[in-house]
């Protein structure tokens, strides 16, 4: 499966973005994906994550630092999954990537390492 994502951009804290994560090559049914962020000089971090295995509720999980700002919802008519990111703050600021875990229960992996497919990611801003 390729990912791609967009909607990353400089935004004032306080305001909102929405990126989106398209998929192709493969149906996001089989997956989790995933979003995570790397600032420079940082670790890339997990921020949230949703299964998207048909039949089975799109279970969610999201990093403490983002719970209450960021909503990740799919669409597995359109092959994408959305991350909703409210009330930005600078220490949003990062290089954000989408992710895909091949999964056939449903299960929503953390750890970047538990992801088989990339995206390349948007860069999103935040200004004080």
């Known amino acids: 499966v390729q990912l791609v994502e967009s909607g990353g951009g400089l935004v004032q804290a306080g305001g909102s973005l929405r990126l989106s994560c398209a998929a192709s090559?493969?149906?996001?049914?089989?997956?989790?994906i995933g979003w995570f962020r790397q600032a420079p000089g940082k670790e890339r971090e997990e921020v949230t994550e949703?299964?998207?295995?048909?039949?089975?509720?799109?279970?969610?999980h999201y990093a403490d630092s983002v719970k209450g700002r960021f909503t990740i919802s799919s669409d597995n008519a359109k092959n994408t999954v959305y991350l909703q990111i409210d009330s930005l703050e600078p220490e949003d600021t990062a290089i954000y990537y989408c992710?895909?875990?091949?999964?056939?229960?449903?299960?929503?992996?953390?750890?970047?390492?538990?992801?088989?497919?990339w995206g390349r990611g948007t860069q999103v801003t935040v200004s004080s």
């Open positions: 992710a895909a875990s091949f999964t056939v229960t449903g299960a929503t992996p953390i750890s970047p390492a538990q992801y088989q497919y």
């Open positions: 090559g493969d149906t996001i049914n089989d997956y989790a």
């Open positions: 949703v299964s998207c295995v048909s039949g089975i509720d799109g279970s969610t």
